[in-house]
């Protein structure tokens, strides 16, 4: 399978418990993008590497959640200390910055719940 | 920032009916322009893209979308929808290293 891959697909843990999300975009592709989704809305932007550089991070990224891409593949997506508010998809993208009349590869998405 | 409007979140039709989603951006710079589609329980799927040139853009499935710059709109058409078009289509637009996505239309259709 050439496309994103993320891990797991879904999630359920308690309200404060720490949960860790795993996303592994297109081999080629230098640029990972995280996504949140919840009901009704659209993808709301979180924050986006390029090859191991976090080179943004929204405001929606609170102090509790925090993303590494450590070797400029893979990336993980960690929120410590649950919030029931946490609870949506988590969808990562990439890209390759170099094609730049291509659009995003998307996941499946991870989706938790926060009971 | 850039941000994306779309109306009409949810739209219920028959098949054989012609479909047409609107999308308002707003972004001052270098406007690329996306359209893509969530299938029940699937991924985020590219639908379309515009970036320069034509302004009317071609995508798969027999969809196509209209930049109109003097309107800030991207609207998104399919002149006969069938069954497995059921699904939610998002508009995106991309500036500032990123795509910025309106809310999203929950499109059902009646066989």
């Known amino acids: 399978d050439t496309g994103v891959s993320q891990d797991p697909r879904h999630k359920i843990t308690k309200r404060g418990q720490n949960v860790t999300f795993r996303c592994d975009p297109i081999?080629?592709?230098?640029?990972l993008y995280w996504y949140r989704q919840t009901l009704g809305q659209g993808p709301e932007f979180l924050t986006y590497?390029?090859?191991?550089?976090?080179?943004?991070k929204s405001r929606l990224l609170s102090d509790r959640f925090s993303a590494e891409r450590p070797k400029g593949s893979f990336s993980t997506l960690e929120i410590q200390r649950t919030e029931q508010g946490d609870s949506a998809m988590y969808l990562c993208?990439?890209?390759?910055?170099?094609?730049?009349?291509?659009?995003?590869?998307f996941g499946s998405g991870t989706r938790l719940t926060v009971v | 920032a850039q941000s994306v409007s779309q109306h009409n979140h949810h739209v219920i039709l028959s098949e054989a009916a012609s479909l047409e989603l609107g999308c308002n951006y707003s972004?001052?710079?270098?406007?690329?322009l996306f359209w893509y589609v969530q299938y029940p329980g699937q991924h985020l799927q590219l639908l379309l893209k515009?970036?320069?040139?034509?302004?009317l853009v071609k995508g798969i499935k027999g969809f196509e979308a209209e930049f109109i710059k003097s309107k800030f709109s991207f609207n998104l058409r399919k002149p006969s929808v069938q069954w497995s078009d059921t699904a939610e289509y998002f508009c995106?637009?991309?500036?500032?290293?990123?795509?910025?996505f309106g809310k999203g239309n929950q499109v059902v259709v009646i066989p």
């Open positions: 590497f390029q090859n191991e550089a976090q080179l943004e």
């Open positions: 995106a637009v991309r500036g500032n290293n990123r795509l910025a």
């Open positions: 081999s080629e592709h230098n640029r």
């Open positions: 972004y001052g710079g270098t406007v690329n």
């Open positions: 515009y970036f320069s040139g034509d302004p």
């Open positions: 993208a990439s890209s390759l910055v170099e094609q730049t009349n291509y659009g995003y590869t």
